[in-house]
């Protein structure tokens, strides 16, 4: 496609349940990322990807927070055992290693109620 | 610990003037400073970035100022439109295309 794209746009989700977010990087882009904003902060380094290898996983909260990339292309993030505080939008992004600035998906907004 | 702050959560400035839009850094060995725009529903857009090696970046209304001594940068958008009312968030890396520092972003309003 086009852009980055992300599903579900929105997720609810009852507390201590597993979900996964996915990521369709654009075609071509070896580098992706994922961030998460919470409500009036600023977006959250989580995990970079280079191909399928995650060299930096630094920004991943806690061990119930997973993520994977297959095909040097899609991306998957998995919040298991979820709790209110994960709520959240949770950004995926990609780049080519000659860019400036990346492009972002519109991100999934995730609500643990 | 935040590394890139933005002190002014919004702007409200009217159509025509200029938006002056200012981020503070706090990590020395920050390189590249890019600066994102963002609707409500949308993803960050990329809007123009400067390195460490210059004081200033323009292009086309927007004009980006690095001040490396003080740790500051700032963004200038000169006039003003209507379809800049968003949220603008400050962003700093090490290294280029690696993962950024994002401030917590101002909302800009403006006024017709």
């Known amino acids: 496609g086009a852009g980055v794209s992300q599903s579900p746009s929105n997720k609810v989700t009852e507390k201590g349940k597993d979900v996964e977010l996915r990521c369709d990087p654009i075609s071509g882009h070896t580098a992706l990322y994922w961030y998460r904003q919470s409500l009036g902060q600023g977006l959250e380094f989580l995990i970079y990807?280079?191909?399928?290898?995650?060299?930096?996983k630094s920004g991943l909260p806690s061990d119930r927070f997973s993520a994977e990339r297959t095909g040097g292309s899609v991306s998957t993030l998995t919040i298991q055992r979820t709790q209110q505080e994960d709520s959240a939008v949770y950004l995926c992004a990609s780049s080519l290693a000659s860019d400036y600035g990346y492009t972002f998906g519109s991100g999934t907004r995730l609500t643990v109620v | 610990d935040q590394q890139v702050k933005q002190n002014s959560p919004s702007l409200s400035v009217q159509e025509g003037r200029i938006s002056i839009l200012n981020c503070d850094y706090t990590n020395s060995m920050f390189d590249y400073f890019l600066w994102y725009k963002k609707y409500p529903a949308e993803g960050p857009t990329f809007l123009i970035s400067?390195?460490?090696?210059?004081d200033k970046n323009e292009d086309g209304r927007f004009t980006v100022f690095l001040n490396k001594s003080a740790k500051h940068l700032s963004l200038h958008i000169v006039p003003s439109q209507p379809g800049d009312s968003a949220v603008y968030f400050c962003?700093?890396?090490?290294?280029?295309?690696?993962?950024?520092?994002f401030g917590a972003g101002t909302t800009v309003t403006v006024r017709a």
């Open positions: 400067i390195s460490s090696i210059k």
């Open positions: 962003a700093a890396s090490e290294v280029k295309d690696y993962k950024l520092s």
């Open positions: 990807f280079q191909g399928n290898s995650a060299p930096d």
